[in-house]
């Protein structure tokens, strides 16, 4: 028992060691940027340059619209493939692998070619951008949400709610979603993640994304792309702390029956 | 006129014909129950009644209105699951809002009502926890006051107690009934535990293979079984092989021994036959010595005891008769002594419990088939 624990605390350790040694050498490294100490000197560079925060800016703002988007869409589909057609599950699974077998650089061409010209001339819109964010967050968004509806038995809720009287409204807003709540967190997050650091289709459709910034900082800069990566990951997971974080305000506001009721 | 009415209802998936034209009536207020074996189509005619499944064919009629088209949120009938249902992301309380809010009942209305349900369940004080912090039972007792909170015009319960521990299910089947006598409301019942269905119905209908077998009140269903099956599904139930001897007056014989029916049967003289009895139609006749051979007494079996069970207030004698075994119960009666292994004992049969049919028709051969033996 002792030595199976010790064993459970080594697999840990190494791999607390692979995920975290890379961000600590990086982070290390952004320090050097001043000759022969320590310093913050490349943050305050990245700081000081505009660009930064408008390109943060907006990928971020992109990455809110491609969860909505990416919510209202495969959210109700997934629902309703599990209860109405839980035949049409294997083709939904292959789908799902789609956005991993066609590269984005063929998307976003095809993209450019479909909706450059009427009636659909979107080219310069970013809501292309965004229906592109949503074909490659699809995966990621429909696998969690799945998982999420085979673990709370989802016909029977819907059956009980329905001899209740709730209509397909009631059943999703009061029942399915508050259920599925950590699996549209897990969603969330990786679209988040996925989007905040997208480059390909950012830069074939020419958005001032964050990606592309970044990767130009890494062609032209040395310590200062290390502290870009630290401060992404850091904005990143700061962005998911305040999403859960409200999400679970939301809930807790939406636990009481009536004011004082309980 | 009937509260709840089915015409004809057929239910078909794909190729599979699961209810083959059903008809059955309920009167408002009744409690009745589909008693079967798994697959006998009861949950699906329940779930069709709900209006989670569309019939193929046939109509469903509720306070003479045809609701087979209605959605089930428009139906007003209060459904209890197997599996619960609760809501997990919701208290106690909330569960058994849900209902009342989603008709729009707001504040004090909807307040009174949902602490009248606890105190109907007895489950004040557990208003505020989530299901998965109460216990089977407990959370069961929600889902009833759930569905019963809303008033729905009629309640359908499906296995219910099936997922619960033997004590438990006894003392919440009881709460049921008076629960459903306190309130007057049209239940309809789904189950394949004959004792409960016997228990708490008003009327029972056994289904086999889509269809009612038989329905009617718990006494007419068990006393007098319309057919082997019936017999054989509800309680425990001897059947043996038999051979017409006088079909117009009743007359048969059992291994030689010859046995009286309460009336004439079709067969022909000589016709072989099954013989189905129930293990408490026989009783033994004490103080008459059995003799060598086999009884010449109409209605009189003599054989030798080969199994003695001890069933709480029961014992059930198993006795051979030769070929054949039969099962007969008694009391237990510390007064009078059982009679032991091998000892040879007269046993008399009541001519009404008699119930001859043709061997197709029959369950298989065997002593004492118990408690919905054949269900499976």
Known sequence: ?262 | MAFIELRGVVKSFGKSLVVKGLSMSVEKGEFVSFLGGSGCGKTTTLRMIAGFETPSAGSILIDGADVSAVRPNRRNLGMVFQNYALFPNMTVRRNIAFGLKIAGKRGDVLESRVDEMLELIHMGEFASRYPHQLSGGQQQRVALARAIAIEPRALLLDEPLSALDAKIRVALREDIRDIQRKLGITTIYVTHDQEEALSISDRVAVMKDGLIEQIGAPFEIYNRPATPYVASFIGTLNVMSARAIDPSAGKLAVEGQVLLASGPFEAKPGEELRLCIRPEALSLERGAAASDGASAEPNVLEGRVTKVKLLGSIVRLVVSLGGASVSMDGFNDPSRPVPGLGEKVRMRVRSEAILVTRPEEAPAVGAAIEDGGLAE
Not at chain 1, 54 to 74: D, K
Not at chain 1, 151 to 169: I, P, T
Not at chain 1, 174 to 201: C, D, Y
Request: aromatic share 14%; no cysteine; net charge positive.
């Open chain 1, 1 to 262: 028992m002792r030595r199976r624990a010790g064993l459970s605390w080594l697999w840990f350790s190494i791999g607390i060691v692979y995920f975290f040694l890379p961000l600590v050498a990086t982070f290390l490294f952004s320090l050097r940027g001043k000759k022969g100490a320590l310093s913050f000197a490349a943050y305050r560079n990245v700081f000081v340059d505009p660009q930064f925060l408008r390109t943060f800016g907006f990928s971020f703002e992109m990455a809110l619209l491609t969860i909505l988007a990416g919510l209202a869409l495969i959210v109700p589909t997934a629902i309703w493939v599990q209860l109405k057609l839980p035949k049409a599950k294997p083709l939904f699974d292959v789908l799902t692998l789609l956005p991993f077998a066609i590269p984005p650089i063929i998307l976003a061409f095809g993209l450019i070619r479909s909706y450059s010209r009427p009636p659909f001339a979107l080219v310069s819109s970013p809501a292309l951008l965004v229906a592109g964010y949503v074909i490659i967050s699809f995966p990621y968004i429909y696998r969690a949400v799945d998982a999420g509806l085979r673990a709370m038995d989802l016909r029977g809720l819907s059956e009980a709610a329905q001899s209740l009287g709730a209509g397909w409204g009631g059943l999703l807003f009061r029942v399915v979603l508050p259920n599925l709540r950590t699996a549209l967190l897990s969603a969330t997050f990786l679209t988040l993640a996925i989007v905040v650091g997208e480059l390909t289709l950012a830069v074939l459709l020419a958005w001032p994304a964050f990606g592309p910034y970044m990767a130009q900082k890494g062609r032209d800069y040395a310590y200062e792309p290390a502290a870009l990566a630290i401060m992404s990951f850091a904005l990143t997971w700061g962005s998911i702390g305040i999403i859960q974080a409200l999400t679970r305000t939301g809930r807790d506001k939406g636990a009481g029956l009536n004011a004082g009721t309980h």
